[in-house]
């Protein structure tokens, strides 16, 4: 029988909100994953440094996940010293069980990105890809020669193979960003209901974002 497979989400989750767990609760019904860590990026490689700090953004993904029990949060990003390379992730990870098949869940925008990430061919080599829409993103046209070689329809095939495919899952869109929250916050616009209750109540009683 395949190896199991698991899903890694990262991101800087400033903050987490409903539209990260729409996307990974589609993802893990449709592909059948064992279990999904959250990994919170501690310092960025491609972007700012976040508003929240790193514990506040552990916690409130914490709290996002509380209900969820196959939805876990891994810290490791937060505890390394050096910048947040999924590539050095997913090594770590597969050195602790190199049994397991991980599969990396991000959103167009992120997957378009992919040749600027450190060691990028090797990791496209160690797992497989699940991309997801994002409403106002498109997939590239044409497509990168690394994205057509890897792309497949077929969920089994991230059974079938040990790595390197790239699966397009279409997931019900939802437009939230955590841009659109922090700003919305700052300007006392009501984005409450983009976040899970527990962590709007951890924004608020942190003053988070101007809140
Ligand atoms: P920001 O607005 O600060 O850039 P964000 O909302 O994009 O934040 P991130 O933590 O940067 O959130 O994203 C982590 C991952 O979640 C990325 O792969 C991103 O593509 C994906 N993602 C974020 N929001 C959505 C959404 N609404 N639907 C689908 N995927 C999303």
Redesign the pocket.
Known sequence: MANPLYGI??????P?????L??VTAVFDKCALERVYFI??AI?PH?DQ?DANAQQRLEMVSLAIANYPRFDVDDRELKRETPSYTYDTIKSLQTEDCSRRYCL???????SGLDSWYRWRELLDSIHFIV????G?EIPEPLPDWWQQGRTEFIEDLKQFESGKICLIE?E??????????YGIAQGIDVSTMVPHSVWDYIRTNKLYGA
């Open positions: 989400f990262g991101g800087t989750f400033d987490v909100h409903n539209g990260h729409e996307t919170p990026a960025p972007r976040p869940i991000l959103g167009i925008d992120a997957l997801v829409q994002r409403p993103w997931v869109p939802n437009p939230v960003s955590a841009t659109e929250i922090r």
